[in-house]
C-alpha cells in the first residue's frame, strides 16, 4: 500500500516506472475513472538547491498543451514532497526502443523525428526552449506516439529579451549538448535545441552517438570538431540533414523553421509536419463535462465547463482529463453514481 496519505482516496499507487537524480516515477490508477496515470514523486530534500527546477517545469507544462507533449493532470505541493501526476505512457522510453531494435529504418525514424519537430516547433512556439534533449526524455505511448517530458531545464525566453544563457542555467547530458553550450559561451536555447535533436537523429538512425568518448575532454574536442562518422547506409537525404544540424557554428545551423520544409522530413508525406497543438484550452468536451457535473453536483454542464477551464491542475483538471483520455481511446466515459453522503467518493477537492 502506497504511504502517500495526500493521495489516498484519489489515487492508487503501484510499482515504479523509473527513477531520477532528484525522485522517482510511480504507476497509478486515478480512482475515480480506473484510468492509468504515472506520478513522479520529488523529494524537496533530495533536490536541495536545484528546487527552482519543479516550478520550472509546472510553470512550462502547464502552458505546454500538445499532442506530442507528456500531459501535466495534477499537480500537489506537500511540507516535504512534490506530486506531479501526469500522462501514462505504456510505451517506455525511447532510448529503450532504439536499444532493442539497435537502429530504425529511415522510414520509422522519420515517423518519430517528425513528431519530435513537432514538439520543438511548438514549444520555441511559446517561447520556451527544452534544452535536455534526449531519447531518455522522449517517452512512447501504446500506440508508437512520441510524447516529450522533463522540462525541468527549459527556459523562457521573455519576448524581446535575446534568449542568451550561459552554462550555470542549463547542464543538460554533455553528449547531447551544443558545442557553444560546452563553451560556456552565451549561446540561445532554440539552437541548442536544434542541435541535441540532430544528436537524437543520428542515434536513431545510427544506434549510436555520434560524439562519444569515455574521456570527457576528448569527447568535447570531438563535439567542437563537429566530425562524425556516416555510416555507409546513410541515405544522401540524412547525411545532408545530419550535417545541418550538427554545424557547430550556431548561426550556420538550420533553424527549426527551415527544418519543417527539410526534404528528409517530408519525404514519402504529402502534409507537413502539424506543429501547432491541436487542444484547444478553451474546448472542453461537453460530454465529459456533462458527467462531471453529474458527479460533482453542479447545476449545469456550463457551469461544469467554467470550473474546468480554470485549469487549477487539481483533482478535478486530473478527472477531466482522465476521462478525455478514456474517450478518446473509445472507452464509455463513467464516474461511480452521484457523489452524496452514502458512497465512498473522495471528498470533492
Ligand atoms: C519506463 N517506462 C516503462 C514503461 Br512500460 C512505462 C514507463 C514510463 O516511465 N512511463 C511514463 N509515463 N509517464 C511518465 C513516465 C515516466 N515519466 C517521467 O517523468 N520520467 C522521468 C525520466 N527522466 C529521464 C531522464 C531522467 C529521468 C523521470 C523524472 C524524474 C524522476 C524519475 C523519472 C513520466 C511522468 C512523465
Given at each position: 500500500?502506497?504511504?502517500?496519505?495526500?493521495?489516498?482516496?484519489?489515487?492508487?499507487?503501484?510499482?515504479?516506472?523509473?527513477?531520477?537524480?532528484?525522485g522517482k516515477v510511480r504507476l497509478a490508477t486515478h480512482l475515480l475513472t480506473n484510468?492509468?496515470?504515472?506520478?513522479?514523486?520529488?523529494?524537496?530534500?533530495?533536490?536541495?538547491?536545484?528546487?527552482?527546477?519543479?516550478?520550472?517545469?509546472?510553470?512550462?507544462?502547464?502552458?505546454?498543451?500538445?499532442?506530442?507533449?507528456?500531459?501535466?493532470?495534477?499537480?500537489?505541493?506537500?511540507?516535504?514532497?512534490?506530486?506531479?501526476?501526469?500522462?501514462?505512457?505504456?510505451?517506455?522510453?525511447?532510448?529503450?526502443?532504439?536499444?532493442?531494435?539497435?537502429?530504425?529504418?529511415?522510414?520509422?525514424?522519420?515517423?518519430?523525428?517528425?513528431?519530435?519537430?513537432?514538439?520543438?516547433?511548438?514549444?520555441?512556439?511559446?517561447?520556451?526552449?527544452?534544452?535536455?534533449?534526449?531519447?531518455?526524455?522522449?517517452?512512447?505511448?501504446?500506440?508508437?506516439?512520441?510524447?516529450?517530458?522533463?522540462?525541468?531545464l527549459c527556459a523562457k525566453t521573455e519576448k524581446g529579451r535575446i534568449d542568451k544563457?550561459?552554462?550555470?542555467?542549463?547542464?543538460?547530458?554533455?553528449?547531447?549538448?551544443?558545442?557553444?553550450?560546452?563553451?560556456?559561451?552565451?549561446?540561445?536555447?532554440?539552437?541548442?535545441?536544434?542541435?541535441?535533436?540532430?544528436?537524437?537523429?543520428?542515434?536513431?538512425?545510427?544506434?549510436?552517438?555520434?560524439?562519444?568518448?569515455?574521456?570527457?575532454?576528448?569527447?568535447?574536442?570531438?563535439?567542437?570538431?563537429?566530425?562524425?562518422?556516416?555510416p555507409e547506409f546513410l541515405s544522401p537525404l540524412s547525411k545532408q540533414l545530419l550535417?545541418?544540424?550538427?554545424?557547430?557554428?550556431?548561426?550556420?545551423?538550420?533553424?527549426?523553421?527551415?527544418?519543417?520544409?527539410?526534404?528528409?522530413?517530408?519525404?514519402?508525406?504529402?502534409?507537413?509536419?502539424?506543429?501547432?497543438?491541436?487542444?484547444?484550452?478553451?474546448?472542453?468536451?461537453?460530454?465529459?463535462?456533462?458527467?462531471?457535473?453529474?458527479?460533482?453536483?453542479?447545476?449545469?454542464?456550463?457551469?461544469?465547463?467554467?470550473?474546468?477551464?480554470?485549469?487549477?491542475?487539481?483533482?478535478?483538471?486530473?478527472?477531466?482529463?482522465?476521462?478525455?483520455?478514456?474517450?478518446?481511446?473509445?472507452?464509455?466515459?463513467?464516474?461511480?453514481?452521484?457523489?452524496?453522503?452514502?458512497?465512498?467518493?473522495?471528498?470533492?477537492?
Amino acid at each position: 500500500m502506497s504511504k502517500y496519505e495526500v493521495l489516498q482516496g484519489f489515487y492508487a499507487v503501484h510499482d515504479e516506472l523509473g527513477s531520477g537524480g532528484f525522485g522517482k516515477v510511480r504507476l497509478a490508477t486515478h480512482l475515480l475513472t480506473n484510468q492509468k496515470v504515472a506520478i513522479k514523486i520529488i523529494d524537496k530534500k533530495q533536490l536541495g538547491h536545484d528546487l527552482p527546477r519543479v516550478q520550472t517545469e509546472m510553470d512550462a507544462l502547464r502552458n505546454l498543451s500538445h499532442q506530442n507533449i507528456c500531459r501535466l493532470y495534477h499537480y500537489i505541493e506537500t511540507e516535504d514532497k512534490f506530486f506531479i501526476v501526469m500522462e501514462y505512457c505504456s510505451g517506455g522510453e525511447m532510448f529503450d526502443y532504439i536499444v532493442r531494435k539497435e537502429r530504425l529504418e529511415e522510414s520509422e525514424a522519420r515517423h518519430f523525428f517528425r513528431q519530435l519537430v513537432s514538439a520543438i516547433a511548438f514549444v520555441h512556439s511559446q517561447g520556451y526552449a527544452h534544452r535536455d534533449l534526449k531519447p531518455e526524455n522522449l517517452l512512447l505511448t501504446e500506440d508508437l506516439h512520441l510524447k516529450l517530458i522533463d522540462f525541468g531545464l527549459c527556459a523562457k525566453t521573455e519576448k524581446g529579451r535575446i534568449d542568451k544563457h550561459n552554462l550555470d542555467t542549463c547542464c543538460g547530458s554533455p553528449a547531447y549538448a551544443a558545442p557553444e553550450l560546452i563553451q560556456g559561451l552565451q549561446y540561445k536555447g532554440n539552437e541548442a535545441d536544434v542541435w541535441s535533436m540532430g544528436i537524437l537523429l543520428y542515434t536513431l538512425l545510427v544506434g549510436a552517438l555520434p560524439f562519444e568518448d569515455d574521456n570527457m575532454q576528448i569527447m568535447y574536442k570531438k563535439i567542437q570538431s563537429g566530425c562524425f562518422y556516416e555510416p555507409e547506409f546513410l541515405s544522401p537525404l540524412s547525411k545532408q540533414l545530419l550535417r545541418a544540424m550538427l554545424q557547430v557554428v550556431p548561426e550556420r545551423r538550420i533553424s527549426v523553421k527551415k527544418l519543417l520544409e527539410h526534404d528528409w522530413l517530408n519525404h514519402k508525406y504529402t502534409q507537413p509536419v502539424k506543429w501547432n497543438t491541436i487542444y484547444d484550452k478553451n474546448f472542453i468536451d461537453r460530454d465529459v463535462a456533462r458527467v462531471m457535473s453529474k458527479y460533482y453536483g453542479f447545476e449545469s454542464t456550463d457551469k461544469m465547463i467554467e470550473k474546468i477551464k480554470e485549469w487549477n491542475f487539481d483533482y478535478m483538471t486530473s478527472t477531466y482529463y482522465a476521462l478525455l483520455h478514456r474517450k478518446r481511446n473509445g472507452m464509455e466515459i463513467i464516474l461511480p453514481m452521484v457523489r452524496n453522503s452514502t458512497n465512498t467518493a473522495p471528498p470533492n477537492v
